[in-house]
């Protein structure tokens, strides 16, 4: 295990796939397994019925230790793997969380009121976490991609960030909102006056004179904030559906549907936007964007998530 995992990330691969290696080795051990000739179709499909989590995530384990036996065939430590047949289980609906305009602004009130001015050891960070939900919300980027901003990735001058090598190993520079850029350049003058002259810290968010920002961080702040207006809501299964729960992912969702929905709402076609959205929030498929065409009405998608939570029965 340890060897594929080296050679995936040699080839620039994330590290992902060591959740569902972990998954098998505590399922080997919680049935007693010691020799390879155990890991039969029989077992995997045996392990995929007794794993308490959703079918989608069922799947993404199935194609990571499909991908290590292919590996171990490879390298001819089996003969065959045993995965190969077995198919996908058929998926579960997801219905994410979507906020509105007015609701994004709550939040990022209620977020900007959390900083601690008063104590310096804390107000670089706070300030950090503020800035990057806010990117997230104005801007539609993953959690991940703030944080991996260096110094040299924000471009005052021209108003675009530069992100690099994320999900899907894809580069993009994107323009930023005004006032995004504003509280940037903001921030940089704060970091630059509460930092040593002489700081090598190369992130642009930072945690103090040495580190960067934490998703952790990031989302303790973002649920705080939820917790000050309200919104927090749980993820739910009703039937064959997942209702996401409010997540700092909920802000890259919302930010797609508003944007398609202000778009419909001047008059204009919502799926001519599509192409340049894909490439704003680094979509690797067409189809990835499609979906936020289902969801554009947002009262009507709250409207038929309390109405699932309230009635389950009646699906």
Not at 94 to 122: C, G, M, N, Y
Not at 164 to 179: G, S, V
Request: net charge positive; charged share 25%; aromatic share 10%.
């Amino acid at each position: 295990m340890e060897q594929y995992l080296e050679y995936r990330e040699s080839l620039g691969y994330s590290t992902k796939a060591v959740d569902s290696l972990k998954r098998l080795d505590r399922y080997m051990v919680t049935e007693d397994v010691t020799t390879f000739k155990a890991l039969t179709p029989l077992f995997f499909l045996k392990m995929r019925t007794d794993l308490a989590i959703d079918q989608n995530t069922i799947n993404k384990v199935t194609y990571a230790l499909r991908g290590f036996f292919q590996y171990l065939v490879r390298i001819e430590f089996c003969h065959y793997n045993p995965l190969a047949g077995i198919p996908r289980s058929k998926e579960n609906n997801i219905i994410p969380f979507i906020f509105s305009d007015q609701e994004t602004e709550h939040l990022l009130k209620a977020a900007w009121k959390q900083v601690r001015r008063e104590k310096q050891a804390f107000f670089l960070k706070d300030m950090g976490c503020c800035l990057a939900l806010q990117l997230l919300a104005r801007c539609g980027l993953r959690i991940s991609e703030p944080l991996q901003l260096k110094l040299g990735d924000f471009r005052a001058d021209e108003r675009t960030i530069h992100i690099r090598k994320t999900k899907f190993r894809k580069d993009r520079l994107i323009p930023i909102p005004m006032e995004v850029a504003n509280h940037l350049s903001d921030y940089l003058l704060l970091r630059n006056t509460l930092l040593p002259a002489d700081n090598q810290n190369p992130y642009l968010l930072v945690r103090d004179q040495d580190k960067g920002l934490y998703k952790q961080q990031v989302r303790n702040y973002f649920y705080q904030a939820i917790k000050e207006i309200g919104l927090t809501q749980a993820k739910q299964i009703i039937g064959n559906t997942n209702i996401s729960g409010t997540t700092p992912h909920s802000l890259r969702h919302s930010f797609a549907v508003n944007t398609l929905r202000r778009i419909k709402e001047r008059g204009g076609s919502p799926q001519n936007g599509l192409p340049v959205l894909a490439v704003y929030m680094g979509h690797k498929k067409y189809t990835y964007t499609i979906y936020y065409l289902k969801l554009i009405d947002a009262d009507q998608h709250r409207n038929l998530v309390d109405f699932m939570i309230k009635y389950p029965l009646r699906l």
